[in-house]
């Protein structure tokens, strides 16, 4: 990898740096951009995309150079700091700049010395014009705006122990121990015949010295303030690493709250890295409340990604990961609902299953749910007034009006329907939640509403079919569970209120709804291969 002018320094110790910048590319009109990186085998491309096409291809290339940089090691603690090669101009406006106003901005004054430990880094200008990846000290870093810390080299190993000498004795060549503390810092180069940090004047000439200090005395940036779960991080904190992590953590979490959808993987990722930072935070300050923190993090992290996995399923044949709507444990849940309405359903007839199906699942929290005449139809075209009465008669359900009214009832004034076997006093059948509940129905819904189903006018009993057999498949889509291929048929016949010879009848029929792309009844089993437009609608059993 090339590295930038000014940062050309022997290999052994330089500050590395890599650039990747984002310029207009042909006339502007015609929205292309040229991306070009400091690499020198990475050649410039040409993005007609425009700028947002361009941004993405950069942050795809940054991320190629992390990937680089942390499987050759990562930052290396002997590396002296790129910033301070480049005279700290990084954090420090040019004197001779002229803003748009024809005023001449105020620099920011640097620390006095470079200090801390190296770390990578890795800055965005606030334009998406320019990205850098840097060797550089830990106060560099944490003065120049836009910068975040990926990661911090260990220390230098020290191969022979300290050991105290006479005054009177000369010294010896490893140094004293102000020296070999003086090497933590990167701004300090080993001396090539010594080991130990060089002085000032010592420095190789390729390095830029240390610019003097104000008479007044280095005046000094306010360090930045930040909070994370409740407590503020104290300015005092060191290392001044953790102290910029705990900061960037918090900042992290508050702009993921204001996401507009959920990301687990990025929520995980936020936990673990809060998880390591209190626990070190805890190391420094010996207060044991940030070493409970710390394990309520990493509970987090590990209970994050395990909802994510369950979202997904586990990756298929290499195949990518499907967008499950329920969860592992949510499709526990459903098929628990299904077997409850197979046992408690006052009809026989397929047609009273399904809405008896559909209806628990509104009231399954509350004993009442509400619902319209336009759900009732989209469930049973030609029967729902008929099944909707004789639920009634059987002391199933109870209605606030008459049959007619509640067929009569649109979204914006529905009807509550009660159902008093699942009211609060009776025993509670089931143990889910009010998020499960609804994610349920929805699932529940979008099966029985399917659009090919709908449009091949299939019956309840297809219906409730396409609802099982969603319920009891694979990650891969495959009907059963990995041990036993297929679905008991005796099973499917039961909840469907078919026989078994029908359950094979009405299989075909879910094949010409693109529902199943095969399925087959032999040695008394349903097995069959749900289609890949219904995949997120699988159990993941």
Avoid at 486 to 502: H, R, S
Wanted: net charge neutral; with cysteine.
């Amino acid at each position: 990898m090339a590295v930038e002018a000014g940062t050309q320094q022997d290999e052994r110790v330089a500050g590395r740096v890599w650039t990747v910048r984002l310029d207009p590319d042909g006339r502007p009109a015609a929205g292309a951009v040229r991306l070009s990186c400091s690499r020198q085998t990475c050649a410039d491309q040409r993005l007609p995309g425009g700028a947002a096409t361009g941004r993405k291809a950069a942050v795809e290339h940054i991320n190629m150079h992390l990937a680089h940089v942390r499987a050759g090691g990562g930052p290396r603690a002997e590396a002296w700091c790129a910033c301070r090669a480049a005279d700290c101009a990084w954090h420090t406006p040019d004197p001779t700049a002229v803003t748009r106003g024809g005023a001449r901005p105020t620099p920011t004054p640097g620390p006095g010395r470079c200090g801390g430990p190296v770390v990578l880094t890795v800055y965005a200008d606030r334009a998406g014009r320019l990205w850098r990846v840097a060797e550089t000290c830990a106060r560099c870093a944490a003065t120049t705006p836009d910068c975040r810390v990926l990661d911090t080299a260990p220390p230098p190993t020290r191969t022979t122990p300290a050991r105290r000498q006479d005054p009177a004795a000369p010294k010896p060549a490893g140094g004293t121990t102000e020296d070999r503390v003086a090497a933590l810092f990167s701004d300090h180069a080993p001396s090539p015949t010594t080991g130990t940090a060089s002085a000032p004047a010592a420095t190789p000439a390729s390095v830029p010295p240390a610019r003097a200090a104000s008479p007044r005395g280095p005046a000094r940036r306010p360090k930045r303030w930040g909070k994370i779960a409740q407590r503020i991080v104290p300015q005092d904190l060191e290392p001044d690493v953790l102290r910029m992590e705990l900061i960037d953590l918090g900042d992290e979490f508050r702009a993921y709250q204001q996401r507009p959808e959920p990301d687990l993987a990025v929520l995980a990722e936020l936990h673990e890295r809060k998880a390591r930072a209190f626990a070190l935070w805890a190391d420094v300050s010996g207060d044991d409340s940030l070493r409970l923190e710390a394990h309520r993090a990493e509970t987090a992290a590990q209970t994050t990604r395990e909802m994510h996995a369950n979202r997904g399923g586990p990756p298929v044949d290499g195949q990518p990961v499907v967008e499950r709507l329920l969860t592992r444990q949510q499709a526990v849940h459903a098929r628990s609902v299904l077997d409850h309405v197979a046992t408690h359903c006052p009809l026989p007839e397929a047609e009273a299953r399904l809405a008896v199906l559909m209806l628990t699942l509104r009231s399954a929290r509350a004993g009442t749910g509400n619902v319209t005449g336009q759900d009732l139809t989209g469930w049973l075209p030609n029967d729902a007034e008929d099944v909707l009465q004789r639920l009634v008669e059987a002391d199933w359900m109870i209605l606030p009006g008459t049959v007619a009214e509640v067929m009569a009832s649109r979204s914006e004034n529905p009807a509550a329907v009660t159902v008093p076997s699942l009211l609060p006093e009776q025993a509670r059948p089931f143990t889910f939640g009010k998020t499960t509940r609804a994610k349920l129905s929805g699932w529940a819904q979008k099966i029985v509403g399917d659009r090919k189903i709908r449009k091949k006018k299939l019956g309840a009993a297809t219906r409730l079919l396409a609802l099982y057999a969603a319920a009891h498949t694979r990650p891969d889509g495959r009907l059963g569970d990995a041990e036993d291929d297929g679905i008991n048929l005796d099973q499917v016949a039961v909840f469907t209120a078919l026989t078994p010879e029908q359950v094979a009848e009405h299989a075909q029929l879910l094949v010409t709804a693109d529902w199943f792309t095969e399925a087959d009844t032999a040695e008394g089993k349903l097995r069959g291969q749900l289609a890949e437009r219904v995949l997120p609608l699988g159990g993941l059993l």
